[in-house]
């Protein structure tokens, strides 16, 4: 079975632009979440989706936005970029909700505002 | 507040030898799950161990394994005989129970394996 991917693995940006990255999760998982890591601030958690709705969310501003597809495909967005949010960004997949199933972690894409 | 301590920034182990990492945590739920993750160089993040709130007997993985102390809020990794593929970022982690998916994690221990 395919784990989970992540696209891009790598994006230079620029100050003021937008950025989308996207996440596919294993074949059957229906949860994806979304994790920013920095070295300040370490792995804090963005939002997560189950079944294209939006179930928790963490304590970002509202240019960091996502969305879920109906293949549980995700996408989040992060709109006029600063150069603060050049980070690590890793996604996550579980099966259902839940805490009690193991999250698969992506690769990542790493992301460098300039 | 939701948090979780590592209060080792480093650890460094002999080939072979035996480590302990060192979490705390702080949460009023009494319904919750912790883990410990490894992050190696290429950056994938991976599940090492999980461990129940609600059992008691501590979880053990292979060569991994946790001394889980419940009312200390304590949850700490021991690694045996280590191997040069241990070498990575550790993270401790936890999540409530319930039909969420939020990772809390801790701030990481970086351990070095010698040769």
């Known amino acids: 079975k395919a784990g989970v991917t992540q696209t891009p693995r790598y994006l230079i940006k620029t100050r003021g632009q937008q950025v989308t990255l996207s996440c596919s999760p294993i074949s059957g998982h229906r949860s994806v979440s979304w994790y920013q890591q920095t070295p300040g601030q370490g792995l804090q958690f963005l939002f997560e989706?189950?079944?294209?709705?939006?179930?928790n969310k963490g304590n970002f501003p509202g240019r960091f936005s996502g969305r879920q597809f109906s293949n549980s495909r995700s996408e989040m967005n992060v709109s006029t970029l600063e150069l603060g949010d050049s980070a690590l960004y890793l996604c996550a997949s579980s099966p259902t909700g839940g805490a009690s199933y193991e999250q698969y972690f992506g690769p990542g894409t790493r992301l460098t505002v300039t | 507040a939701q948090t979780v301590t590592q209060s080792q920034p480093e650890m460094s182990v002999q080939e072979a030898e035996t480590v302990t990492l060192s979490c705390t945590y702080d949460t009023s739920e009494s319904d919750y799950y912790l883990f410990w993750y490894k992050q190696p160089p290429s950056r994938q993040m991976i599940l090492v161990i999980r461990?129940?709130?609600?059992?008691?007997q501590n979880a053990t993985e292979n060569r991994f394994s946790v001394n889980f102390q419940k009312a200390a809020k304590s949850f700490s990794l021991k690694i045996s005989d280590s191997q040069l593929g241990d070498a990575a970022m550790y993270f401790c982690a936890y999540i409530i129970g319930g039909a969420t998916n939020k990772l809390i994690f801790g701030t990481g221990t970086l351990l070095a394996v010698q040769p």
């Open positions: 989706y189950f079944s294209e709705t939006q179930r």
């Open positions: 461990q129940e709130a609600y059992k008691q």
